[in-house]
């Protein structure tokens, strides 16, 4: 078994605490609301008479170390559910969608590229949950066929706040059942207190970001260690929630390759494949004004130190054939592992899809119907897979996996048979 | 009555910059003086039996160095010093938009007289023209501490903001760095490139910052003016992008062993991110497209053309 370094802290993750809240007037009754300003007792308070007041909050000159450390509970005023906003046209789209119910994030990863996005410093949560609610039913039964595999981890860390606000309460049971959405709460803390104090479902995959020691622990300085992560999802799977693991950024660095397959050994000697989900592999890669963040926020990282080039959509990501490289020895390590892992690339090209999978999904659609069908599989009890005139010809041992290359055949694609062709599983 | 009209001594005005958020990359002194006197009051403020110069710093100097013994002055009655830098501000804002070493001051003196650091950004930045926030106060900031003769460059205009902030990290070499800039009259973009790439060698690949100046001024030396940036910017990016050069290098080898005519151009994509490579040439009959596709067929069958169709 491949032990993972741990050269940083082992103590456990510090959960986030404000040092001052503030309170929308148009919130002030609302169940996230009063449920946030119970679990913390003794923290000052600041109910806003007007709009104009937040307003005026936002537009000071706070600095985002120090906004991160208020809280501000507000209420969002537009459509909560959108297509994921990560892919330009030149990047192959996965058909993610994202739902945004809190924006900023306390834990302080170098290359986060919230530190050059959003607008104000706060940590700000949208705690106007069942418009929300709302707004997904309505969604999700216009569109009965449609997949929706949505997301809530684009502007903050989706369990960073949640023994505060406690919105998977709400999220968790809501996605429960559904037939056509799955929800993922994509973390890189280890608070999964609420998770594990309701019943788990199929339709709700919990995913943590990971990533080596080394990188871990120089440039993620709040998150949790990868053994907490580790700890916590294995509580989240034994519960019978799925679970998925994002390893990104990859970032490349003198001893990466003996550390990610430590990391990738890692992950499968504590999880059958069949617990998991999808994997994601996004090698290291941001805008042009983070570069400049980056240097004055966080001078001794390293991060920026790989040959990073601009992009065709002028981010900054490593030269090709380093990202392919990476990409080639991450998939071939887990295929070592498993075979038929759901595997995916973030916001990567349609050429390295095929340099390293050999298959070129279409820059819209391919790969969102191969993600949209692992889903199916991921929500749906085993023999229902809803491909009742395919047969899978596989021998159902677990649960879950059962049909899955069944599912590939009737998509008509199949990347995976390439890697095997191309002797890498 | 804020202001008391009245002839001062001039050996009662002290000169320190305790106000003054004026700076002149030109060190000219006032014209007509000697002839016409102060014909503007300067604005004093008390300090005890004597004054600090608020407005007319130059003036008060072009009196001393005409001999005079008396100038007009607005004495402040009562005026706090925090108001008073307000003052100083915006008078010489009425003479025109403050250059960068004049912003620098400005958060300077407004911090030494009392303003905190939340109404500096809520009412001296409008002013400043400036978006408040932290980095662009520490880029002011590290203005304060170039040499002299860079600082003019900065006042001039001929050294960015963004530029100045990041040779202030390249001490000691900042003079010999910014004087190349404005030398060789680098715009904005060429100054932050090489900086940014400076400073990425330096770190990346280990090396000392002396010694990378050193390699930057022989390449000065050595190469005609036109031709230096274009030289600096191959020597860094060879050490900073070291297999996207060496792909580069390769396409070109190859490129040049299909020995095409000077008008049939092929153009790599950029980083060779993108998978496809340009070709364009000019044609004004079809014998001439004929005769360029001809040469094109000739060269995608060789091996110099697989080499180069796998660089993407």
Redesign the interface.
Known sequence: MCQVRETYNQSRMKQYQPERIYVDPAVTDEPVTQYTLRQVPGIPVVYFQSREQLAELYASDTTLTEGKKQLVLTRHPGKFLKGCQGCTSSRVHCNYFTVTYATNCHLECTYCILQAYLNNPFMRVYVNVTDLLEELDAVFSQNPQGIYRVGTGELSDSLGLDHLTGISRWLIPFFGGRKNAVLELKTKTDNVANLLDMPANRNSVISWSINTATISSREEWKTATLEEKFEAARRCADHGYPLAFHFDPLVRYDNWEADYRALVDSVFDRFDPEQIAWLSLGALRFHKELRDVIRWRFPRSEILNGEIVRGTDSKYQYFKPIRVEMYARMLEWIRQHSSSTTVYLCMESQDVYRNVFNWTPSLRGDLGKYMDQGVLLTIRAPHDCGLQNVDCGMKISKQIRGCHCANRKYLGVNPWAEDRRRGRS | MLFHFQDISLESILLDEDFRISFHPEQRGLQGVREFGIVQPVILFPQKAEFLAVCGFRRVQAAKGAGMMRIPALVSRGLERKQTVLLSLLERLSHGPLNNMERARSVEKFSQNGWL??EI??YLFPLLELK????VL?QLAALLGLPPEVQTDVASGEIHLYTAHRLAQWAPYELQIGRWFSDLKLGVNKQRELLGLM??VA??CNVEKASLVQDLEEIRSRAEPVQVYDAWLQTLKSR?????NE?QRQFEENKARFHLPGQIQIIS???????RYKVSFPFGSREELELHCRKLLEIAETPEMEAILRL?
């Open positions: 650091k939340q950004g809520r408040f926030n932290a980095m520490d400073d990425d770190r990346v900073r992008y070291p297999r996207f792909a994509p950029p980083f060779f991110e993108e998978s993407i």
